[in-house]
């Protein structure tokens, strides 16, 4: 499979009237024509259903909610890019997680507004795992 599309994420339930051509990504309680097929992509072809089985990092695209599935450990993993950096147009955005960074304490002046700034973006970068907790 070469650029591989399939309709929606993992579904039990083979669809009521599949057209040639549509995929898709078996559940783990498969039923029906599927049944003893789960986690494979089903292709639906003038005679019938044809099963692939998933090697380790295969990826498909999921046409319902424009992500991409990726087979890892035996399961599919929806939504999740991996990876070390992200970069856009030539420049690094996002990279390897960082230290934590502590939170503004002492210091002769006290600028409250400062600090409440500097907490909610140092907590934004944490939400995000940019930076250890």
């Known amino acids: 499979m070469v650029a591989a599309t399939v309709e929606e994420g993992p579904r039990d339930d083979p669809p009521a009237?599949?057209?040639?051509?549509?995929?898709?990504?078996?559940?783990?309680?498969?039923?029906g024509a599927w049944s003893g097929k789960a986690q494979t992509v089903a292709g639906y072809t003038s005679g019938g259903w044809r099963f692939v089985e998933p090697v380790e990092g295969m990826s498909v695209?999921?046409?319902?909610?424009?992500?991409?599935a990726t087979f890892r450990q035996g399961?599919?993993?929806?939504?999740?890019?991996?990876?070390?950096?992200?970069?856009?147009?030539?420049?690094?955005v996002v990279g390897p997680?960082?230290?934590?960074?502590?939170?503004?304490?002492?210091?002769?002046?006290?600028?409250?507004?400062a600090r409440t700034a500097i907490?909610?973006?140092?907590?934004?970068?944490?939400?995000?795992?940019?930076?250890?907790?």
């Open 75 to 92: 399961a599919w993993e929806l939504g999740i890019v991996r990876g070390s950096s992200l970069v856009i147009g030539g420049k690094q």
């Open 61 to 68: 695209y999921v046409n319902a909610d424009g992500m991409v």
């Open 17 to 31: 009237s599949p057209v040639p051509g549509q995929c898709y990504i078996v559940g783990a309680a498969a039923t």
């Open 119 to 133: 907490a909610a973006m140092l907590a934004a970068l944490r939400q995000h795992g940019m930076i250890d907790v």
């Open 97 to 113: 997680r960082l230290p934590a960074i502590a939170p503004a304490t002492g210091g002769s002046i006290v600028d409250a507004e």
